[in-house]
Antibody
């Protein structure tokens, strides 16, 4: 069974930075687009960013554009999200998710990791 | 930008059929995906490309679409189906989620 495990969440002050990681296993990581999706406490899902399998194409939600950077290391089967200038409204569980289609992009998200909580508070 | 609108809640008795809608202009020419999120768990896709059910998802889950509205139907609803359900589509390079529907099995 494919597996995604997020890490790097925690408590950070407004204006601070945090780097999330997602370790992938049991599938060919370099052949799939990957994404970050977040969920504020008690709220719905919000897409954050996606990256193509090669890393050459990246998409961002307007709410994080210019502050967050998505990247990947295919040699290490890892996905990252560098979050700068964090705000209280960035507080959420952050999930990494794989694209549902091999070698494609902008499909459904499957599977999802278990999520890592980011709390932005002074 | 586009929005996807879902009813906040749907209630159903065990064994009955639950219908959850998702409306938005983008759905007229884009695929809809549906996710189930049980309390304390990560989302799981239950329908992809409007009508397809992934392996492992029970046959009682089905999807349909008409115009700018997509529908998730749960036939013979069971207590284990109680969860939040989200629709999702792509607007060019942006993924859009509906606000979610809480399905309660009374």
């Amino acid at each position: 069974q494919e597996q995604l495990v997020e890490s790097g969440g925690g408590l950070v002050k407004p204006g601070g930075s945090l780097r999330l990681s997602c370790a992938a296993s049991r599938f060919s990581f370099s052949d799939y687009s990957m994404s970050w999706i977040r969920q504020a406490p008690g709220k719905g899902l919000e897409w954050v960013s996606s990256i193509s399998s090669s890393g050459s194409t990246k998409y961002y939600a307007d709410s994080v554009k210019g502050r967050f950077t998505i990247s990947r290391d295919n040699a290490k089967n890892s996905l990252f999200l560098q979050m700068n200038s964090l705000r209280a409204e960035d507080t959420a569980v952050y999930y990494c998710a794989r694209d549902g289609v091999y070698g494609s992009t902008r499909n459904w998200f499957d599977p999802w990791g278990q999520g890592t909580l980011v709390t932005v508070s002074s | 930008s586009y929005d996807l609108t879902q009813p906040p809640s749907v209630s159903v008795s065990p064994g009955q059929t639950a219908t959850i809608t998702c409306s938005g202009d983008i759905l007229a020419d884009k695929y809809t995906y549906w996710y189930q999120q049980k309390a304390g768990q990560s989302p799981v896709v239950v329908i992809y490309q409007d009508t397809n059910r992934p392996s492992g998802i029970p046959e009682r889950f089905s999807g349909s679409t008409s115009g700018n509205t997509a529908t998730l139907t749960v036939s013979g609803t069971q207590a284990v189906d109680e969860a939040d359900y989200y629709c999702q589509a792509w607007d060019s390079s942006t993924a859009i989620f509906g606000g979610g529907t809480k399905l309660t099995v009374l």
